[in-house]
């Protein structure tokens, strides 16, 4: 099983920027489709992005698009998210997750449910 675990997070005033690493070990996730979710206190974990592990297929929530960038170095083993242009609603417990599916180059997958590894997050709070 691959491990994963999330770094990058902090504070930051809005309109400002982060980016979050997601570095795995145990396993290669050259074979995951990987996302990010985040989860605001009180609310439902949600999805983020994802990206295929051929990185040829990207998603993104509606609320992100334009602003959140996934990307991954399969050689490094680590997945990304940049965030520009960071708005207070943003704020959240971020964590990156993967999906072992070595099958299909460009499956990704948008579900908390789908995915089948998880690190354990790292706190983003953005102030206005």
């Known amino acids: 099983q691959v491990q994963l675990v999330e770094s990058g997070g902090g504070t930051v005033q809005a309109g400002g920027s982060l980016r979050l690493s997601c570095a795995a070990s145990?396993?290669?996730?050259?074979?995951?489709?990987m996302g990010w979710f985040r989860q605001a206190p009180g609310k439902e974990r949600e999805v983020v992005a994802a990206?295929?592990?051929?990185?040829?297929?990207?998603s993104y929530a509606d609320s992100v698009t334009g602003r959140f960038t996934i990307s991954r170095d399969n050689a490094k083993n680590t997945v990304y998210l940049q965030m520009n242009s960071l708005k207070p609603e943003d704020t959240a417990k971020y964590y990156c997750?993967?999906?072992?599916?070595?099958?299909?180059?460009?499956?990704?997958?948008?579900?908390?449910?789908?995915?089948?590894?998880w690190g354990q997050g790292t706190q983003v709070t953005v102030s206005s």
């Open positions: 990206i295929s592990w051929s990185a040829t297929r990207t």
């Open positions: 997750a993967g999906r072992y599916a070595p099958v299909n180059r460009h499956i990704l997958f948008n579900t908390v449910q789908e995915y089948d590894a």
């Open positions: 145990g396993r290669t996730i050259s074979s995951y489709a």
